[in-house]
C-alpha cells in the first residue's frame, strides 16, 4: 500500500522559511513525478511544483524564486524548501504522486496523496 508522509508544517512569520517533506513507502517513485500542492481555505487546490524522476523540478510563477523542489530518491523522500513566505502562502500542502494522465499540473492526475501539513505565515 502506497502511503506519503507530509511533515515540517507551522507557523512562521512573513519573511521566514520552512521546509516541507514528503516521504513515500510502499512503492519506489524514484523514476516517477512528484508533486506538491496547496490548498487555502474556501480554495481550489492548486498546483505549486514538481520534481520529474530525472532530477528536473518546475514550479508555479508565484512562488519562482522562493520555493525549491529537491528530492533524496534514496529515501523516496522530495522536499519543497520555502524561503520569504508570505502571508498569501498560507494553505494545507499536500505532496502527490503516481501521476497517470493528464496535465501534470492537475490534481486530477495523481494516485496517491499524502494527508497534508499546515503552512501558517503571519504578517
Known amino acids: 500500500q502506497v502511503q506519503l508522509v507530509e511533515s515540517g508544517g507551522g507557523l512562521v512569520q512573513a519573511g521566514g522559511s520552512l521546509r516541507l517533506s514528503c516521504a513515500a513507502s510502499?512503492?519506489?517513485?524514484?523514476?516517477?513525478?512528484m508533486a506538491w500542492f496547496r490548498q487555502a481555505p474556501g480554495k481550489e487546490r492548486e498546483f505549486v511544483g514538481i520534481?520529474?524522476?530525472?532530477?528536473?523540478?518546475r514550479s508555479v510563477d508565484s512562488v519562482k524564486g522562493r520555493f525549491t523542489i529537491s528530492r533524496d530518491n534514496a529515501k523516496s523522500t522530495v522536499y519543497l524548501q520555502m524561503n520569504s513566505l508570505k502571508p498569501e502562502d498560507t494553505a494545507v500542502y499536500y505532496c502527490?504522486?503516481?501521476w497517470g494522465a493528464g496535465s501534470p499540473t492537475s490534481r486530477d492526475a495523481y494516485m496517491y496523496w499524502g494527508q497534508g501539513t499546515q503552512v501558517t505565515v503571519s504578517s
Open positions: 510502499g512503492r519506489t517513485f524514484s523514476t516517477n513525478p
Open positions: 520534481s520529474w524522476g530525472y532530477g528536473t523540478t
Open positions: 502527490a504522486a503516481g
